[in-house]
């Protein structure tokens, strides 16, 4: 069956380290994108991407980048971990532009220490 | 940007009894509405979504209404049942910039006890 799987599943890294997570959607869906869990925040988007090559900032992505370099994958990069990034983090992914369900991966827990 | 906000942020009802959770957002272009349900330690999944030209859906238990002109929508349990406990999101795509995305609410938690 198709499916949207992240990796790690979970991750403790020290501030200041590199850090990507893995996104694969095997449904060759065009839009994908990348939230955070926080309590009281809900879901907030990080980045997401229309397609190959496409990327767009999302309402908190600064210290977050994302490349699109095939329809399957979407990777997120810390590019200098800090304590306040600790969160859950969801990947997801839809068909296309039109309005469709959205169906997420099973989190990724990571800890910045 | 868009905003969609959710209220309320937790709600404990009985068993049997209805449970209400409503949003509001900003973009009035914004022409789609799901709902998602997150149990504990799992993945949000869709439960029941709604489009712009529509008033009001229904799916056995659940229903949800949206009032364009407020700008706001709302997801009905009725008969809830212990298995209903979970947070529940609702989420609205907006399209302003030339994009479209799903923005979330805050989520709110349901706890139904027997």
């Known amino acids: 069956d198709a499916e949207i799987t992240q990796s790690p599943r979970h991750k403790i890294t020290e501030t200041g380290r590199q850090v990507t997570l893995a996104c694969h959607q095997t449904?060759?869906?065009?839009?994908m994108f990348w939230y955070r869990q926080d309590l009281g925040h809900g879901l907030r988007l990080i980045h997401y991407?229309?397609?190959?090559?496409?990327?767009n900032k999302g309402e908190v992505s600064d210290g977050y980048s994302v490349s699109r370099s095939n329809t399957e994958d979407l990777p997120l990069t810390l590019e200098s971990a800090a304590s306040s990034q600790t969160s859950v983090y969801f990947c997801a992914s839809r068909p296309g532009t039109g309005s469709t369900e959205a169906f997420f991966g099973q989190g990724t827990r990571l800890t910045v220490v | 940007g868009e905003n969609v906000e959710q209220h309320p942020s937790t709600l404990s009802v009985q068993e049997g009894d209805s449970a209400v959770i409503k949003c509001t957002y900003s973009d009035s272009a914004s022409n789609y509405f799901p709902w998602y349900k997150q149990e504990l330690g799992k993945r949000p999944q869709l439960i029941i979504d709604i489009r712009s030209n529509v008033g009001e859906k229904k799916d056995q238990r659940i229903a949800v209404t949206l009032n364009k002109t407020a700008k706001h929508f709302s997801l009905h349990i009725t008969e809830t049942q212990p298995e209903d406990s979970a947070v529940y999101f609702c989420a609205a795509r907006g399209i302003s910039g030339g994009y479209n995305k799903l923005i979330f609410g805050a989520g709110t938690r349901l706890a139904v006890h027997p």
């Open positions: 991407s229309y397609g190959v090559q496409d990327t």
């Open positions: 449904w060759n869906h065009n839009n």
